[in-house]
């Protein structure tokens, strides 16, 4: 069982930066895939950003590459989302979503990743 926690969202002018951070508890959770998925009204969530497991293969969505960075730290069972650039499209409901993969692989797809956090949003005001 693997529990997630999103903190570091708020409110910000267009051109700045966020960092979002997912906390996880368990002793395993260098083992899991995370990802960053996120919901803007009246939208599907979609994919945004990934990490594996071990070697820490990063994947991106087009939307965000170049401007968005996924890392972790296992030792803090923390996965961060450094958000730079940020636009009024990037307004949203971001959450962290986690799976343990039988491959050190990332899923863009959200029926793959069996555990959520609560969401954390952010406004990006022009």
């Known amino acids: 069982q693997v529990q997630l926690v999103e903190s570091g969202g708020g409110l910000v002018q267009a051109g700045e930066s966020l960092r979002l951070s997912c906390a996880a508890s368990g002793r395993t959770f260098s083992t899991y895939t995370v990802g960053w998925f996120r919901q803007a009204p009246g939208k599907e969530r979609e994919f945004v950003a990934g990490i594996s497991r071990i070697s820490g293969s990063t994947y991106y969505a087009d939307s965000v590459k170049g401007r968005f960075t996924i890392s972790r730290d296992n030792a803090k069972n923390t996965v961060y989302l450094q958000m730079n650039s940020l636009n009024p499209a990037d307004t949203a409901v971001y959450y962290c979503?986690?799976?343990?993969?039988?491959?050190?692989?990332?899923?863009?797809?959200?029926?793959?990743?069996?555990?959520w956090g609560q969401g954390t949003q952010v406004t990006v005001s022009s």
């Open positions: 979503a986690a799976y343990r993969p039988l491959t050190p692989s990332v899923s863009m797809i959200e029926s793959q990743y069996n555990y």
